[in-house]
């Protein structure tokens, strides 16, 4: 089989990550409803990918042990290995998601697919802009729509509901710990703003 590594410059790649990598690659063989590979990424002491997705509401929580996991799960798409051959079926990358909620199109394909993922046992740092308010506002207008589009299109009408319910807490949040006013202001749009 052939894979296909996705890297993000905000993660930090280890030795570590190799080798388990390389573990994973030497008994992918035996694993044919496997088609990706992901380490547990931190940002901090908080674990921010993989998770598992509510099959109801847009609620994670993160995934901490290693193993195989089916349906419901999510990871960034920096340092994913995918399998070539599963990423040529679903028809390459879609289009719709350039950058923003692409891993969410990824991992969503292969829940759909009834296609499992192995979470390796190594935990990687990443720095996510989103959370260390170092986003600019610019890029932050491209994510909350990426985002908006996603819930709106692939998930439920509940999934959405929560998701303005989670983007009114994060609005509260972003707030409060910065004094941007622009950042503030997009926000306080992509809340109000119709499916």
Same mark, same amino acid.
């Given at each position: 089989?052939?894979? /296909?590594?996705?890297?993000? &410059?905000?993660?930090?790649?280890?030795?570590?990550?190799?080798?388990?990598?390389?573990?994973?690659?030497? %008994? #992918?063989?035996?694993?044919?409803?496997?088609?990706?590979?992901?380490?547990?990424?931190?940002?901090?002491?908080?674990?921010?990918?993989?998770?598992? @997705?509510?099959?109801?509401?847009?609620?994670?929580?993160?995934?901490?042990? #290693?193993?195989?996991?089916?349906?419901? @799960? *999510? #990871?960034?798409? $920096?340092?994913? +290995?995918? $399998?070539?051959?599963?990423?040529?079926?679903?028809?390459?990358?879609?289009?719709?998601?350039?950058?923003?909620?692409?891993? &969410?199109?990824?991992?969503?394909? @292969?829940?759909?697919?009834?296609?499992?993922?192995?979470? +390796?046992?190594?935990?990687?740092? &990443?720095?996510?802009?989103?959370?260390?308010?170092?986003?600019?506002?610019?890029?932050?207008?491209?994510? +909350?729509?990426?985002?908006?589009?996603?819930?709106?299109?692939?998930?439920? *009408? +509940? &999934?959405?509901?929560?998701?303005?319910?989670?983007? #009114? /807490?994060? /609005?509260? %949040?972003?707030?409060?710990? $910065?004094?941007?006013?622009? %950042?503030?202001? @997009?926000?306080?749009?992509?809340?109000? $703003?119709?499916?």
């Amino acid at each position: 089989r052939k894979w /296909l590594l996705l890297h993000d &410059h905000d993660t930090e790649v280890t030795a570590d990550y190799f080798e388990a990598l390389n573990g994973f690659v030497s %008994k #992918a063989a035996t694993l044919p409803e496997v088609v990706a590979a992901v380490p547990i990424l931190k940002y901090g002491n908080r674990t921010i990918s993989p998770e598992r @997705i509510n099959p109801i509401m847009w609620y994670t929580r993160p995934i901490t042990k #290693a193993g195989i996991y089916r349906k419901g @799960i *999510t #990871a960034f798409n $920096s340092l994913s +290995l995918l $399998s070539v051959e599963f990423v040529s079926a679903i028809g390459g990358f879609s289009l719709d998601y350039p950058l923003d909620m692409l891993d &969410h199109w990824v991992y969503r394909r @292969i829940a759909q697919a009834d296609k499992s993922v192995e979470v +390796l046992g190594v935990e990687i740092a &990443h720095s996510l802009s989103l959370l260390d308010d170092s986003m600019s506002a610019h890029r932050l207008v491209g994510f +909350l729509d990426a985002e908006r589009r996603f819930v709106a299109s692939e998930l439920t *009408t +509940l &999934h959405y509901i929560s998701y303005k319910i989670r983007l #009114a /807490l994060r /609005l509260l %949040k972003q707030y409060a710990r $910065s004094a941007d006013s622009r %950042k503030t202001t @997009i926000m306080i749009k992509a809340l109000f $703003s119709k499916r």
